[in-house]
Structures are given as structure tokens and as C-alpha cells.
Nanobody
Framework: QVQLVESGGGLVQAGGSLRLSCTVS???????MGWFRQAPGKEREFVAA????????LYGDSMKGRFAISRDNVKNTMYLQMNSLKPEDTARYYC????????????????WGQGTEVTVSS
């Protein structure tokens, strides 16, 4: 079993930055992990994923160059550094764990967190 708890969301102005954290309990070292987001009235969207050894990272098209995913297995924490934020980045951001990054990119997730809200004002 894996439990995921997100933090770090909040209100930020356009152009600003936020760093989300996902604290993992359980056997996280056996899972690849990622971030998703869901805006009101929209489908859940893949944001980024990272392999268990941090060797590979993947990003959704609209996040490339602005977001950076990382993890620290010693601290049992995954991060999402979000820069140059835009109003369209406003959403609830979810932490996820799965057997592979390929699974994450196709939304085949084994464990979800509860999410943290990010609001970007114009």
C-alpha cells in the first residue's frame, strides 16, 4: 500500500512560481510517480512523471520548459516546481503512483492523493 499527501498549493499571480510536494508513505521506492491536474469542468490531465530512480522524466506538452518534476526517495517526497505560471494552470493537482511512467501517461494509476489547489490570477 502507498499513501500520497500533496501540499504546497495556493494562490499565485501569473508569472509566479509554486513548488508542490507529495509525501509518500509505504513502499514508494517500487513505484514510478507523477502529477495530474483537473480544472473545473475539464478532464483530468497528465502533467509529469518520473521513474523510481529519477532517470527518466516525462511532461505534458503545455508544461514542457515551465515545470520540473523531481523526487527524493530518502525523504519519501516528490516535487513539482512550477514556473511562469499562467491562469490556465489553475486546477487541482494530484499526486499519483503507478508501475511505470508509461502507465501514468495513459492514466493507469494505482494510487492517488487527495489533491492540492493551485489558483493563478491574471
Amino acid at each position: 500500500q502507498v499513501q500520497l499527501v500533496e501540499s504546497g498549493g495556493g494562490l499565485v499571480q501569473a508569472g509566479g512560481s509554486l513548488r508542490l510536494s507529495c509525501t509518500v508513505s509505504g513502499r514508494n521506492v517500487y513505484y514510478d510517480m507523477g502529477w495530474f491536474r483537473q480544472a473545473p469542468g475539464k478532464e483530468r490531465e497528465f502533467v509529469a512523471a518520473i521513474t523510481r530512480n529519477s532517470a527518466t522524466t516525462l511532461y505534458g506538452d503545455s508544461m514542457k520548459g515551465r515545470f520540473a518534476i523531481s523526487r527524493d526517495n530518502v525523504k519519501n517526497t516528490m516535487y513539482l516546481q512550477m514556473n511562469s505560471l499562467k491562469p490556465e494552470d489553475t486546477a487541482r493537482y494530484y499526486c499519483a503512483a503507478s508501475v511505470s511512467v508509461a502507465s501514468l501517461t495513459t492514466h493507469r494509476v494505482d494510487y492517488w492523493g487527495q489533491g492540492t489547489e493551485v489558483t493563478v490570477s491574471s
